[in-house]
């Protein structure tokens, strides 16, 4: 299965672009194949060498100039949190490759790419769920992670594997999925690249290399894919719960129809609530249904898959307040989804990075909806809170002082809900980060 990507690295002069997850799966991987072969690795931050001591095949840089040496290579492993937002890479960019590119290339293997602004965590869990029920040899990795390489070894011929694809790692490759996914584009990502349309490009890319026998799943419900075409030689499957006109993938009260065909039923079986869910389960019920699997033990996964941390995970009920974890919601849009979704919330938590994200879609929702208290978290917070009509407002420091705020003004009975409609960085590793801190303040 390795043979040809093997050999495509074995005679390569390459470098590493970022020591992070990726990177260090990268490291590993080539070491392993290619135990004296000689490597370079780059980073901005500095320690990383500390790890590598005992390698004499391989060169460190880091600082200011990590990045002046990229044309000395033939092959640029960037890892995804590697931004060229002000780099001209016009140098190198024909040499830039990850591990996505590597595997689509040179790894014979049927593969599923979902990528989105919001939502491929949970589609690409779901699918995987979905294959595994219905007794496929199938493997997850990508941007839920797993490093790609990490597990190449024990990748088979007859793996489907499902990639969750962020833009970052789509903005540079040459080479695209068998069945292709995208499930919708908002603002995000700001301070990564350029401009608007450029992470839209990136996020296109999961198309552009695909061929006849390929499938191409897209949501023309979404404002920005209903206005820009997707150009790809795949098949293109259209996906509305709006009823569209031609439309292949439709909503018709609870049922979802493939080309007039019933793909699933949503009896209120399914645990992962909310419009925004039933529409990730029509992109799943539409690739199973193309890979002829049973309908019965598709719609029976579908059903028993459970949401995913820190999307609108319930953490418990305390002085008879209830409090949900919404911490992936990064953007405006993912946190109305969470507030239409749950209801019944008096106590909402928001405010994180400022990355140029417009806030005023998500002001405007809360001030028309029935939310009494905004608990307003630095720096975006600042802004929701100037924008803030009749509503009770609480700007504060940190989180934990916003737990505190909760628990004292959220009405008995009601949600206190965390979902901050803006990135987790400068103040937290990751929302991950945040939203376990979150569930621990809580439960203190």
């Known amino acids: 299965m390795l043979e040809k990507l093997l050999n495509n690295l074995k005679e390569k002069n390459i470098l590493i672009l970022g020591f992070g997850v990726e990177g260090k799966s990268t490291y590993s991987f080539i070491r392993k194949h290619f135990p004296e072969k000689f490597i370079t690795i780059c980073d901005e931050k500095e320690g990383y060498e500390n790890e590598l001591t005992q390698d004499e095949y391989v060169k460190c840089i880091h600082g200011n100039e990590y990045l002046e040496h990229t044309q000395d290579f033939d092959l640029i492993f960037k890892t995804p949190g590697i931004s060229f937002k002000s780099i001209d890479i016009s140098g190198f960019q024909d040499k830039i490759t990850s591990e996505l590119e590597m595997v689509l290339e040179f790894i014979d293997i049927f593969t599923i790419g979902i990528t989105g602004t919001k939502g491929k965590s949970t589609t690409s869990s779901l699918m995987y769920s979905v294959l595994e029920k219905n007794h496929k040899n199938t493997m997850l990795l990508g941007n839920i992670g797993v490093p790609i390489f990490e597990k190449l070894d024990v990748i088979t011929k007859d793996t489907i594997l499902v990639l969750e694809l962020s833009s970052h790692a789509l903005q540079y490759i040459k080479k695209s999925p068998n069945i292709a996914i995208l499930l919708n584009v908002f603002e995000e990502h700001l301070d990564h690249y350029k401009s608007y349309d450029e992470y839209i490009d990136a996020k296109y890319k999961v198309f552009k290399y695909q061929d006849a026998k390929d499938y191409a799943l897209y949501n023309v419900d979404n404002e920005v894919i209903c206005k820009r075409e997707v150009q790809t030689k795949a098949n293109k499957i259209t996906i509305s719960m709006e009823k569209k006109e031609h439309t292949d993938v439709v909503l018709k009260g609870n049922e979802i129809y493939y ?57 418990g009920k305390f002085n008879d307040i209830e409090y949900y974890n919404d911490s992936i919601a990064t953007i405006p849009e993912a946190t109305i989804n969470a507030i239409e979704t749950l209801k019944n919330i008096n106590t909402l938590i928001v405010g994180g990075k400022d990355r140029g994200v417009r806030q005023g879609v998500l ?20 802004y929701i809170a100037e924008g803030m009509k009749n509503k009770q407002v609480y700007l504060v420091e940190n989180l934990s002082q916003a737990v505190k705020v909760a628990k004292e003004k959220t ?34």
């Not at 699933?264 to 039933?278: A, P, S, T």
């Not at 803006?422 to 939203?435: D, I, M, P, V």
Request: a negative charge; one cysteine or more; hydrophobic letters at 40%.
């Open 259 to 315: 080309k007039e065909k019933l793909i699933y039923v949503d009896d209120e079986k399914r645990h992962i609530l909310g419009n925004h869910n039933l529409n990730n389960i029509m992109f799943v019920a539409a690739v199973s249904d193309i890979l002829n699997l049973d309908f019965e033990l598709t719609k029976q996964a579908i059903d028993e898959f459970m949401p995913l941390e820190h999307r609108m995970e319930y953490v």
């Open 363 to 382: 002001i405007d929702y809360i001030n028309n909806s029935k939310i009494e208290n905004v608990i307003c978290l630095p720096k975006t917070g600042e």
């Open 411 to 444: 009405k008995k009975g009601m949600i206190c809900l965390l979902s901050p409609a803006a990135s987790s960085y400068g103040y937290f590793k990751n929302f991950k980060e945040r939203g376990n801190l979150f569930k621990e303040y809580v439960k203190e």
